[in-house]
């Protein structure tokens, strides 16, 4: 498997950003789909956005048109962006990769906290 490595998270009030990233080692190219998700306490984790190697995206309802996922081929990173965060966005972020359809890579997960 290819570690993944988050970075980005941290406190912010309402209505700001915030920009993800998601570092990942050696065979970034064989990725079918990268993505995010996110966890809140008492939930179960859910999809946030993904890509596909095609450069196809899909965001959550929740966060269409605030949110938007791209990446950097160069540089082995996909990122998360972030704007009119909201307090509901809080959660811990989790970067994701697969070479087939179904995420099997995951990062170890990065804080966000939303301030009303």
């Known amino acids: 498997q290819v570690p993944l490595v988050e970075s980005g998270g941290g406190l912010v009030q309402a209505g700001g950003p915030l920009r993800l990233s998601c570092a990942a080692s050696?065979?970034?190219?064989?990725?079918?789909?990268m993505g995010w998700y996110r966890q809140a306490p008492g939930k179960e984790r859910a999809m946030v956005a993904r890509l596909s190697r095609g450069g196809e995206t899909s965001y959550a309802d929740s966060v269409r048109g605030r949110f938007t996922i791209s990446r950097d081929g160069a540089k082995n990173t996909w990122y998360l962006q972030m704007n009119s965060l909201k307090p509901e966005d809080t959660a811990v972020y989790y970067c994701?990769?697969?070479?087939?359809?179904?995420?099997?890579?995951w990062g170890q997960g990065t804080q966000v906290t939303v301030s009303s």
């Open positions: 994701a990769a697969t070479t087939g359809a179904i995420f099997d890579v």
């Open positions: 050696g065979r970034f190219s064989n990725f079918n789909f």
